[in-house]
């Protein structure tokens, strides 16, 4: 399968996708702007998101689920409540915010590393290209925002509510600015069209 039918696939998968809810919409017009580029098209993608993630002392990928997850900005509130719940049901949580994170491809390598230089300076610094096939080239990019702390542990809360305050307020904070560089990314895109 070449890279159009490949591209027409994704497409076909992120309408899909839109209709069931499944897309941060908080990206949807990067996607679009991206998928609007004929030499390239969006793969899975989100614009930063704070979540609480249950796992086992191992931190094994797999072995982490979601318990909470929000693409937009969250009050102290929302977040204690949710950890009053888990408190004594789930063993160990972890508050996690994380920045933006994009995977594209591109239909060679020449323009992924063009995309790839010229992003970095709009301050994605965590990119590069994670797969190259024969049709395509597969970039992800990635914002450097990030907070994780553990909050519960063996099943008991190891944070206050004050703490927690300054966690949700540095969090979004960062979330701003990893949505101050997805504007910037847009604006670049443009360009590209």
Same mark, same amino acid.
């Given at each position: ?9 994704? #497409?076909?998968?992120? +309408? ?8 941060? !919409?908080?990206?949807?017009?990067? $996607?679009? $702007? ?10 899975? &993608? ?5 979540? $609480? ?6 931190? +094994? ?24 719940? #888990? @408190? /004594? ?12 994170? #994009? ?18 300076? #709009?301050?994605?610094?965590? /990119? /590069? ?6 049709? @395509? ?5 990635? &914002? ?11 099943? +008991?809360?190891?944070? =206050? ?16 600015? =990893?949505?101050?560089? $997805? @504007?910037?990314?847009?604006?670049? !895109?443009? &360009?590209? +069209?």
């Amino acid at each position: 399968m070449g890279f159009e039918q490949r591209k027409a696939e994704a #497409l076909r998968r992120l +309408k899909r996708d839109l209709k069931e809810g499944k897309v941060d !919409l908080k990206v949807l017009e990067i $996607l679009n $702007l991206i998928n609007s580029i004929p030499d390239f098209y969006s793969l899975s &993608s989100c614009s930063g998101r704070i979540c $609480l993630l249950k796992f086992d002392k191992t931190f +094994k990928k797999g072995e982490k689920k979601f318990v909470f997850k929000k693409h937009e900005k969250v009050r102290t509130p929302e977040i204690w409540e949710k950890l009053k719940e #888990l @408190e /004594g049901k789930e063993k160990n949580v972890m508050f996690v915010m994380e920045g933006a994170i #994009l995977h594209i491809s591109s239909k060679n390598l020449s323009r992924a590393l063009d995309f790839l230089k010229k992003v970095r300076n #709009l301050g994605f610094k965590r /990119g /590069g290209i994670i797969s190259i096939r024969k049709y @395509e080239v597969i970039m992800e990019i990635e &914002s450097t925002e990030k907070v994780c702390v553990p909050v519960i542990l063996d099943s +008991k809360l190891v944070i =206050t509510k004050k703490f927690l305050d300054q966690l949700v307020e540095i969090s979004n904070l960062l979330l701003e600015r =990893t949505w101050k560089k $997805l @504007e910037k990314l847009g604006e670049y !895109l443009e &360009s590209l +069209k």
